[in-house]
């Protein structure tokens, strides 16, 4: 299970990690959202080595979602040593996130 990023992992999770993190914001209301999960999952189970992956509820963490600028889900933040190099709107297949992954954080 993919762990969620909140306000008192924030830091220990994305700004202090060691590997680069992406983060997959969404709503469980949210039907595209519902179809990334499992390939998010995926993503995860398979590069989790080399990458930490992290769950945002934009419901649940507001804050965060408006610290990071979320204005449409599912979004997807490539984050290095603690920056945003990019974000990602809208549905990936698991191809084009891996691809973005490697792309963007290796």
């Given at each position: ?13 994305v700004?202090?990690s ?5 983060i997959?914001?969404?709503a ?19 590069h989790?080595d ?21 204005s ?6 490539f ?15 698991k ?12």
């Amino acid at each position: 299970m993919i762990p969620h990023i909140t306000k008192e992992n924030f830091k220990s999770g994305v700004e202090e990690s060691t590997k680069p993190v992406i983060i997959d914001a969404y709503a469980a209301w949210c039907g595209p959202c519902q179809h990334m999960t499992p390939i998010f999952e995926e993503v995860a189970q398979e590069h989790g080595d080399a990458y930490s992956f992290f769950k945002l509820n934009v419901d649940d963490a507001r804050d965060l979602a408006a610290h990071f600028g979320i204005s449409s889900i599912p979004t997807f933040l490539f984050i290095k040593k603690g920056t945003i190099v990019a974000t990602e709107t809208g549905f990936l297949s698991k191809a084009d996130l891996e691809k973005k992954i490697q792309t963007l954080l290796s």
